[in-house]
């Protein structure tokens, strides 16, 4: 079976994710203007009630235009744990973990919300004669906090957590590092992307405890721009995700940490 199209994926009953984004870039809505901001948070306002700027994202930030800057807007949930982020050329929904003790809600429930959020949005611009969402590209990104005591001690270690990389003390005048980062960039199948991983050893904010940070992104859209391909494009950038993620890391740390429950 070609990668794309397997029927099952690996599963977990703890995984380490702590944040999935779901996102496109379209072509920049020139219509859109300062108020249609607040008039779409009318829309979904019973639902995210808290509002708040954010910077703008761009590929290559652009000269600053002051009479038609539009800011990157954050429409919050009660719970602060779901986010849209809308700009006019953006679209995008976050879960973020916010409680230690919280659960992974799972892909289908944060596809389906990011899905829901957005048809919100294509009717919202038919209604307001604003023109319609072109897209240029999808984002899907998983963020993964892995903290030491659980698979690991020491940078040492690191292989026990992706197998790829490994530190040997033997008879060597470095001890183990105390910081590592590394990144690799895969293709996605059929030219329809890229797979961006990168490793980085950081700090927990509420407590400064040591921890790794995985993320894996996925980027990209074919030559079929249709609603239809969008919707395949996040599904095969799932799989590679969490297939990618199962292939970087170690067993032992998959069955005892992050509990692996899809094998025998």
């Given amino acids: ?36 901001l607040g008039l779409f948070w009318q829309k979904v306002r019973k639902k995210f009630p808290v509002c708040e700027h954010a910077q703008r994202l761009e590929t290559i930030p652009p000269e600053l235009d002051l009479k038609n800057y539009l800011p990157r807007m954050w429409f919050i949930n009660e719970e ?24 992974y809600p799972r892909y289908n429930t944060i596809i389906k919300a990011f899905k829901t959020n957005l048809e919100i949005f294509h009717k919202f611009l038919e209604e307001e004669n604003l023109g319609s969402v072109k897209p240029i590209k999808c984002e899907l990104t998983y963020i993964n906090h892995i903290p030491k005591g659980e698979g690991w001690e020491s940078l040492g270690d690191i292989n026990e957590v992706f197998r790829d990389f490994t530190w040997s003390s033997n008879k060597r005048f470095l001890p183990p590092p105390v910081a590592l980062g590394g ?19 950081g700090e927990r904010k509420i407590d400064k405890h040591p921890m790794l940070i995985l993320q894996i992104t996925a980027t990209g859209l074919g030559a079929d721009k ?16 969490v297939c990618g993620f199962t292939d970087l890391t170690g067993a032992t740390i998959q069955k005892n940490i992050w509990q692996r429950i899809d094998v025998k």
């Fill in 226 to 241: 249709s609603n239809n391909a969008v919707w395949e494009w996040f599904e095969v950038a799932h799989e590679w995700i």
């Fill in 80 to 103: 602060k744990n779901m986010l849209i982020q809308l700009q006019n050329n953006r679209f995008y929904f976050n879960w973020r973990r916010m409680q230690q003790e919280e659960a």
């Fill in 183 to 201: 990144q690799a960039l895969f293709a996605l199948p059929k030219d329809n992307g890229r797979l961006n991983v990168t490793l980085q050893h």
């Fill in 1 to 36: 079976m070609n990668k794309g199209e397997s029927q099952s994926l690996p599963d977990y009953k703890n995984p380490p994710v702590i944040e999935v984004v779901c996102g496109i870039s379209f072509e920049t809505i020139e219509k859109f203007r300062g108020p249609h």
